[in-house]
């Protein structure tokens, strides 16, 4: 019986947006959400997906790329 075999590649996923910072990390205040902070992924990498796990930081180190999370937050009363 053949097995199939999946290679999984370090690569970088941001060729160009803002690489001068370390991470990149965007937040929006949203006055209706019901926790105080959610961060979703944007590097593909994260268990939980469309939630952030942090899998970003091995991403990172693996890739020299600077993705981070999108976070909501939502604003103090
Ligand atoms: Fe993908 Fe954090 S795990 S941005």
Redesign the pocket.
């Known amino acids: 019986q053949r097995k199939a075999v999946v290679v999984v590649r370090a690569v970088a996923i941001n060729p160009e947006i803002r690489k001068s910072e370390e991470k990149v990390v965007d937040s929006v205040v949203v006055s209706e959400l019901s926790k105080p902070l959610t ?11 469309p ?7 091995k ?1 990172n180190k693996a890739t020299g790329d600077n ?4 976070l909501l937050k939502k604003p103090k009363e």
């Open positions: 961060a979703y992924c944007r590097c593909w990498r994260s268990g939980t997906f939630l952030c796990d942090g899998s970003h930081v991403h993705v981070g999370p999108l």
